[in-house]
């Protein structure tokens, strides 16, 4: 399974056409189902797809730890995602039957589900961060979209602890699937987010 693809691009600049080869992010339509149930169809950057699985549902609502999950499948060439969840028909059916209305939002056709965040809690006083760290954390988002430089047609964001280790980094044509797969990175490691940066 391909991450990018290979293009060539006329480039008119100057007065003047040349061809060059672009590299352009891999995106395909994905599609999760819970239960036997279709849940969403999404499009989505190729890597990471079961922590984007993990995630969407974790941001759902409903699941709250992998350990909600008891199987979970991809099909050939992972397309879509098989979910099936740990629990009896009385537990689980409540969560999916009060997120079954899906809302296209944004581009790539992503998906946001109602009205499902209460408002967060205070963030905590501590720690304190300094300008240049956070200026060394951005050059770390900068440096992970590198790659991409001739489309910049990614989306990628990060989570860093306050000493400014890297946790992770996601990548995606989609910003919300960057989300969903840092969430779905930390759940399936055991890792508690700290703090994000993300692309506009």
């Known amino acids: 399974m391909s991450n990018n693809f290979e293009y060539p691009v006329h480039i008119w600049r100057q007065g003047e056409v040349t061809v060059q080869t672009y590299t352009l992010p891999g995106e395909e339509e994905f599609c999760i189902h819970v239960n036997g149930q279709s849940l969403v169809r999404l499009m989505a950057s190729p890597p990471d797809r079961e922590a984007l699985v993990v995630g969407f549902l974790a941001y759902a609502g409903i699941i709250d730890a992998p350990t909600d999950i008891a199987k ?3 099909s050939e060439g992972e397309t879509c995602a098989d979910v099936w969840l740990a629990g009896d028909t009385a537990t689980v059916e409540p969560r999916l039957a009060a997120h079954n209305t899906l809302l296209t939002s944004g581009c790539g056709r992503g998906v946001v589900l109602g009205d499902l ?11 304190v961060l300094y300008p240049a760290r956070l200026f060394e954390m951005a050059q770390v988002l900068q440096d992970a979209t590198a790659h991409n430089s001739h489309s910049h047609g990614v989306h990628t964001s ?9 946790i992770a980094i996601m990548t995606d044509v989609g910003r919300h699937n960057t989300l969903d797969k840092l969430l779905g990175f930390c759940l399936l490691n055991g890792r508690a987010t700290c703090l994000l940066y993300t692309s506009d």
Do not use: N
């Open 117 to 127: 965040y209460a408002p967060p809690s205070p963030l905590p006083a501590q720690p």
């Open 72 to 74: 979970l499948h991809f």
């Open 158 to 166: 990060a989570l860093f602890t306050p000493a400014g280790e890297t």
